[in-house]
């Protein structure tokens, strides 16, 4: 005979693949049977024809299937209730301690801005994102670009956010869970953001998102550094900024905007980035398209490290068009190994800040 709590011990470990909790955890597990070789279980989704069916189907399959003596598995679906839908939101909810976010605050938050527009934030974000979720890490990224959203084509996502309660699921691609107004919007309608509308639509994706436990949370940031920025420092008073620059000498009046932008905000500068510091020549050689120097100079002036240098190359841009971040590609590129090398030095730095403080929850 098999044990019904031996099975639950299995789903215990299992997690719903949108909400990051066990299924057990978030009461979504209905009932078990077992005889001598097969089990039946119930299990209510969150929403009916919830999208992620399958997943939960085969993750449970494969998890009790692989329990001595158990020949069959059989799932049996339904869909929970309002009551039930509205217990588990607040428990989803319930827990937080803080304004803001609900459930847990990410370990770690990382804005990232530039004085100036298309300098590459939104290409290097995507990219040290996967690189943080492939080094194991929980990540997901914030499109506080309302506007100009680019997140959800360089992450290659597309679809809409399931919405449990008032509670939205980020959708989620490379182990990265994001949040995008281009969910909500066609490409070919610009969507227009006045200023308390957009203040308010940044706190949405804030504290009606549920991001689960993250350890870091990368927020993209529109161009330049007005609005956003201060109701992101706001509601993340912790948050971190990096700062990406290209290498002309244009940087210098930059660092100025983006020093202003910290000081007023009290955000922390973590570090500079440079990025399309130069193109790799065939014969070996490399061509300064944008000249030399801006990462050096603008770190100097903001007091912190550069913590790399990005080459320009054309697969990192297909990479962003393709939904392929270039992190991931098993060919050779310098631009993706810098990148890879700065993912590092931003989990060395967060560590080394985290580990004096004790855990204040
Ligand atoms: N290192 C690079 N090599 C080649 N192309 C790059 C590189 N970095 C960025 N790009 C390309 O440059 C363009 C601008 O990049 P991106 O959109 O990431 O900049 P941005 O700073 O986010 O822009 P915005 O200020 O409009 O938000 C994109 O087409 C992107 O693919
Ligand atoms: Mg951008």
Known sequence: MIN????????????????HRSLVELNMVKNVA????????????TIPGCPLK??????????????PGVKTVQ?????????????????????SKYAGFKDVRPKHVIAVASGKGGVGKSTFTANLAVALAAEGYQVGVMDADVY????????????????????????????????????????????????????????????????????????????????????ISQAIPEAQVLVVTT???????????VAKMAEKTNLKVMGVVENMSYYQLPDGSKDFIFG?????????????????????ETRLREGGDTGKP?????EKSPAAEEISKIARSVIRKTMEQAAPVASVN
């Open 247 to 257: 290498p002309q000498a244009a940087a210098r009046s930059v660092a100025g905007r």
């Open 34 to 45: 077992v005889d001598d070789t097969s089990v039946v279980i119930d299990i209510a989704l």
């Open 54 to 67: 399958a997943k939960i189907h085969k993750d449970v399959t494969e998890g009790v299937s692989a329990m």
């Open 326 to 330: 270039i992190v991931l590609s098993p």
């Open 4 to 19: 019904k709590d031996d099975v639950m011990k299995v789903l215990e470990k299992i997690d719903d693949p949108e909400l």
């Open 75 to 95: 799932i049996n679906f339904s869909a929970m209730s309002q009551d039930e839908r509205k217990t588990l939101t607040e428990k989803l909810t319930g827990k």
């Open 292 to 312: 030399k120097g801006g990462g050096v100079e603008l770190a100097g002036q903001l007091n912190v490290p550069l913590l790399g240098q990005v080459p320009i």
């Open 148 to 231: 100009g959203f680019s997140m959800p084509r360089a992450l290659g996502i597309v679809g809409q956010p399931t919405l449990i309660g008032d509670m939205l699921i980020p959708l989620e691609n490379y182990g990265v869970r994001l949040m995008s107004m281009g969910f909500f919007a066609d490409d070919d309608n610009p969507v227009i953001w006045r200023g308390p509308l957009l203040h308010k639509a940044i706190n949405q994706f804030i504290a009606d998102v549920h991001w689960g436990k993250l350890d870091y949370l990368m927020i993209d940031l529109p161009p330049g550094t007005g609005d956003v920025s201060i109701t």
